[in-house]
């Protein structure tokens, strides 16, 4: 089955600064990888989710590379503020089942 | 849209006794049922996929018998606790999707302690 791995497990930065969270995945059939934030006590929100047919993805702050090649994929935040610190889940599904395996989570913490 | 809720948001109860949890589809119809389990500052674990109509396909290690799930209609699935002990406390977390959709939308949670 498919193995997802995510670091670091936590992440703190300063406010303004950018943040990237690192993925890997095993299984080569793999075609979709969303990314999850999660607050406190809530329930994971789909922020930006990346395609095996293309290689990056923006969406204002935040982008998605992927390099199909070596199997990774990350997550990028730019000009962080105090409201993005969450939990962030990698996952990756293979496309015929679309049952995402997700990576352990990243506690990203952003000091005002 | 895309809207799941949970039900209930938190429950209490004694060892020995069954609980009921609740995720529903507002506005959309979910061919497809995920639910999840959470322990604190830990992953997703998925627990079992439910199709409408069809029964659930649990994970490796996931007891049937202990966690019953039923997807009876396309905006309804339901997981039992049979016979909760403390072991069962936990953060459970289901999620719907289309047919054919990869996106999941994931419900607020049940906070589930059994004392």
């Known amino acids: 089955g498919e193995n997802v791995e995510q670091h670091p497990s936590t992440l703190s930065v300063q406010e303004g600064d950018s943040a990237v969270i690192k993925c890997t995945y095993s299984?080569?059939?793999?075609?979709?990888f969303p990314w999850y934030k999660q607050e406190l006590g809530k329930r994971p929100q789909l922020i930006i989710d990346?395609?095996?047919?293309?290689g990056e993805k923006k969406d204002q702050r935040i982008a998605v590379t992927l390099n199909k090649t070596a199997k990774h994929f990350s997550l990028h935040i730019t000009e962080t503020q105090p409201e993005d610190s969450a939990v962030y889940f990698c996952?990756?599904?293979?496309?015929?089942?679309?049952?995402?395996?997700f990576g352990r989570g990243t506690s990203l913490i952003v000091h005002p | 849209g895309a809207v799941v809720s949970q039900h209930p948001s938190w429950v209490i109860c004694k060892s020995g006794t069954s609980v009921k949890i609740e995720c529903r589809s507002l506005?959309?119809?979910?061919?497809?049922m995920f639910w999840y389990r959470q322990f604190p500052k830990q992953s997703l674990m998925l627990m079992a996929t439910?199709?409408?109509?069809?029964?659930?396909?649990?994970e490796q290690g996931v007891e049937k018998d202990k966690f019953l799930i039923n997807h009876a209609s396309l905006t309804l699935s339901t997981l039992t606790v049979t016979s909760a002990h403390p072991e069962d406390s936990s953060f459970y977390i289901c999620?719907?999707?289309?047919?054919?959709?990869?996106?999941?939308?994931f419900g607020p949670g049940t906070r589930l302690l059994v004392l």
């Open positions: 299984d080569s059939a793999s075609n979709y």
């Open positions: 996952a990756a599904s293979e496309g015929g089942s679309y049952i995402p395996t």
């Open positions: 999620s719907a999707r289309v047919r054919g959709r990869e996106t999941q939308y």
């Open positions: 439910s199709n409408e109509g069809s029964k659930a396909t649990y």
């Open positions: 990346i395609r095996s047919n293309v």
């Open positions: 506005d959309f119809q979910a061919t497809t």
